[in-house]
Structure formats: structure tokens, C-alpha cells
């Protein structure tokens, strides 16, 4: 019913920025509250930011909080996370997630959830 595809991953030194891109096929997702969370190896799945359907509201993750900037294009299906001043323990597969009902930034396993992309930071 919905593909979700991240984009923008890759490999960077402790410092440095990256772009990350998810794109939605499949319906629209105007109204819709968009969030992105990350896994590092071994760990259990982090919460990194979210944004309302409009881009009216958005949250961060105690850890990204003053480096990453989450934002939305409706026109384009597309949402977006700045990511400045990267530090190692930012690693991790980053996946975006579309709420599949309701207007709440609690996404679970029954929303709509990405592949992910990688992101690795070096020392």
C-alpha cells in the first residue's frame, strides 16, 4: 500500500554533515506525521525525530537535539533530516516511518516503516 525509501547514507568523519531523504510511493502523505528512528549494532531501535503532517510541529531525540533538522516537501512525498556535527556514536541505520492512522507522533509497528539507510561516521 506504501513504499517508504530512504536515501542519502553514507560515510563521513566525525564533524561532518549528511542529508537523508525518504520518499514516499504508493499515497500521499499530506496530514500525515513522519518520523525517523535509527538501530546501531546491537542496540534496540532509537527514536531520532519527528514531524506533523504540515511541518508544523516537529520533536527531536535527546542526543540529536541542536544537530539534526527534520523537514518535509508534501509537494514531493518527501521528508528530510539535516544532520550536522556527526559524531561516531550517530552510526546506525536510520529508517523513516509514516503514520498509517491517527494525527500522534507514536509510531509502532503497524505504521508504515523504510529499508533503511546506513550511516557510519568516522572517528
Known amino acids: 500500500q506504501v513504499q517508504l525509501v530512504e536515501s542519502g547514507g553514507g560515510l563521513v568523519q566525525a564533524g561532518g554533515s549528511l542529508s537523508l531523504s525518504c520518499t514516499a510511493s504508493?499515497?500521499?502523505?499530506?496530514?500525515?506525521?513522519m518520523g525517523w528512528f535509527r538501530r546501531a549494532q546491537g542496540n534496540e531501535r532509537e527514536f531520532v525525530s519527528a514531524?506533523?503532517?504540515?511541518?508544523?510541529?516537529?520533536i527531536y531525540g535527546d542526543s540529536v537535539k541542536g544537530r539534526f533538522t527534520i523537514s518535509r516537501d508534501n509537494a514531493k512525498n518527501t521528508m528530510y533530516l539535516q544532520m550536522d556535527n556527526l559524531k561516531p556514536e550517530d552510526t546506525a541505520v536510520y529508517y523513516c516511518?509514516?503514520?498509517?492512522?491517527?494525527?500522534?507522533?507514536?509510531?509502532?509497528?503497524?505504521?508504515?516503516w523504510g529499508r533503511g539507510t546506513q550511516v557510519t561516521v568516522s572517528p
Open positions: 516511518v509514516a503514520k498509517r492512522r491517527g494525527a500522534d507522533m507514536i509510531f509502532t509497528t503497524a505504521d508504515d
Open positions: 504508493g499515497r500521499t502523505l499530506s496530514t500525515t506525521p
Open positions: 514531524i506533523g503532517g504540515t511541518g508544523d510541529s516537529t
